[in-house]
T-cell receptor, first 111, second 114 residues
Framework: QKEVEQNSGPLSVPEGAIASLNCTYSDRGSQSFFWYRQYSGKSPELIMFIYSNGDKEDGRFTAQLNKASQYVSLLIRDSQPSDSATYLC???????????FGPGTRLSVLP | DAGVTQSPTHLIKTRGQQVTLRCSPK?????VSWYQQALGQGPQFIFQ???????QRGNFPDRFSGHQFPNYSSELNVNALLLGDSALYLC?????????????FGQGTRLTVV
């Protein structure tokens, strides 16, 4: 059974701070790693993805991947109240394999 | 470029009834996957369709069935609805031939079974 784990939160950070979201996965064969943001009542929207070990930056977002530790994280710099949402970690085995999602971490950015 | 579209957006059904949900994938995508998301949980994989066939299936009963049409659009059918089937149903489209493929979601269908 492939599993993805996340702290459910809520994670509360003040506006302007760095929010750190973590995710671990069980399948060592996983190839692709994705972070989705989901506002209440809405569908998930893709924030960014990472395939290789190390860091990948996109604007205020940085994804970090450590395949040896089976760990992926998302850093959000200069957090804004509009970043308040649930963040879903998803893992994929490549070539059209289905996505396995974690339960999501609820982030609250306080003004 | 239209993204993934789903219909209807909301649906209320009675226990025991049958429901059909529809999805049109993003232009250029050939694979459609369906997910069920209960309140407060992450999406759970139901099944995936490619070339009009079910390619992968998650741990869902046979009451859940689907179909993919030649234009890549897809339907999800649920028979003998249970109260526990109430959830947000998400359709995601992707391109199978790409090693690291991204999935884009439609806006979802909120199904309430009463």
């Amino acid at each position: 059974q492939k599993e993805v784990e996340q702290n459910s939160g809520p994670l509360s950070v003040p506006e302007g701070a760095i929010a750190s979201l973590n995710c671990t996965y069980s399948d060592r064969g996983s190839q692709s790693f994705f972070w989705y943001r989901q506002y209440s009542g809405k569908s998930p929207e893709l924030i960014m993805f990472i395939y290789s070990n190390g860091d990948k930056e996109d604007g205020r977002f940085t994804a970090q991947l450590n395949k040896a530790s089976q760990y992926v994280s998302l850093l959000i710099r200069d957090s804004q109240p509009s970043d308040s949402a649930t963040y879903l970690c998803a893992v994929n085995g490549g070539y059209g394999q289905n996505f396995v999602f974690g339960p999501g971490t609820r982030l609250s950015v306080l003004p | 470029d239209a993204g993934v579209t789903q219909s209807p957006t909301h649906l209320i059904k009675t226990r025991g009834q049958q429901v059909t949900l529809r999805c049109s994938p993003k232009s250029g995508h050939d694979t459609v996957s369906w997910y069920q998301q209960a309140l407060g949980q992450g999406p759970q994989f139901i099944f995936q369709y490619y070339e009009e066939e079910e390619r992968q299936r998650g741990n869902f009963p046979d009451r859940f069935s689907g179909h993919q049409f030649p234009n890549y659009s897809s339907e999800l059918n649920v028979n003998a609805l249970l109260l526990g089937d109430s959830a947000l149903y998400l359709c995601a489209s992707s391109f199978l031939g790409q090693m690291n493929t991204e999935a884009f979601f439609g806006q979802g269908t909120r199904l309430t079974v009463v």
